[in-house]
């Protein structure tokens, strides 16, 4: 069974300040993707990652995955408030049927303090 | 402009009652989804249908029941059966069944009392 576990869950940081959002998952996959989401909202989708070493930027967000380690990374440089929002990863797995699903990580809540 | 709707926005309902609820897409997606979403928790998928007149259950289906008779259009119905039916249900689709990456609807707030 595909787990997919994001860390920290929780992240307040101040403007200006980098971080690492960390996304672990258990078995094989070459695709995943990242999802911001606003309070009350829904998923916006931010980058999808389809092979090894895929790296893709976007503003103050970049993102990377190491499919070897089973390895997603979402960084942020010189954040900003207006990056307050909750940020999941997903990974995509592929049933007995062959559907391909997305099991997704519980979220990391940011909160970039001014 | 293409895209997922979800009605009704919220949606409240008494404990016993069934309700059902509407996605509709216009993206000429093959395949759609139900995810429910509880606070601090990442996205459970509830049903899947891969084309139309075809569903299946996901990891969290007891208590709920789909349809798929047409290809825009993929309701979902909480029944009575569903033990904590209060939470946040978004609809999603994909191009086909082996496409992976899904587009989001804006989701419906159910709340049972």
């Known amino acids: 069974e595909l787990k997919v576990e994001q860390n920290p869950l929780f992240l307040s940081m101040q403007e200006g300040k980098n971080y690492t959002i960390y996304c672990n998952y258990s078995?094989?996959?070459?695709?995943l993707y990242w999802y911001r989401q606003d309070p009350g909202k829904s998923l916006e989708s931010l980058f999808v990652?389809?092979?090894?070493?895929a790296v893709k930027q976007e503003g103050r967000l970049m993102a990377s995955l190491d499919t070897k380690a089973r390895l997603s990374t979402l960084h942020i440089t010189a954040a900003v408030h207006d990056l307050s929002a909750t940020y999941f990863c997903?990974?995509?797995?592929?049933?007995?049927?062959?559907?391909?699903?997305?099991?997704f990580g519980k979220g990391t809540k940011l909160t970039v303090n001014p | 402009d293409g895209g997922i709707t979800q009605s009704p926005k919220y949606l409240f309902r008494k404990e016993g009652q069934n309700v059902t609820l509407s996605c509709e897409q216009n993206l000429n997606h093959d395949a759609m989804y139900w995810y429910r979403q509880d606070p601090g928790q990442g996205l459970r998928l509830i049903y899947y249908s891969q084309i139309v007149n075809d569903f299946q259950k996901g990891d969290i289906a007891e208590g709920y029941s789909v349809s798929r008779e047409k290809k825009e259009s993929f309701p979902l119905t909480v029944t009575s059966a569903q033990k904590n039916p209060t939470a946040f249900y978004l609809c999603?689709?994909?191009?086909?069944?082996?496409?992976?990456?899904?587009?989001f609807g804006p989701g419906t707030r159910l709340t049972v009392t």
């Open positions: 078995t094989t996959s070459d695709r």
């Open positions: 997903a990974v995509d797995r592929v049933d007995q049927g062959g559907s391909e699903k997305l099991v």
């Open positions: 999603a689709s994909s191009l086909t069944w082996s496409t992976s990456e899904q587009y």
């Open positions: 990652l389809l092979s090894n070493g």
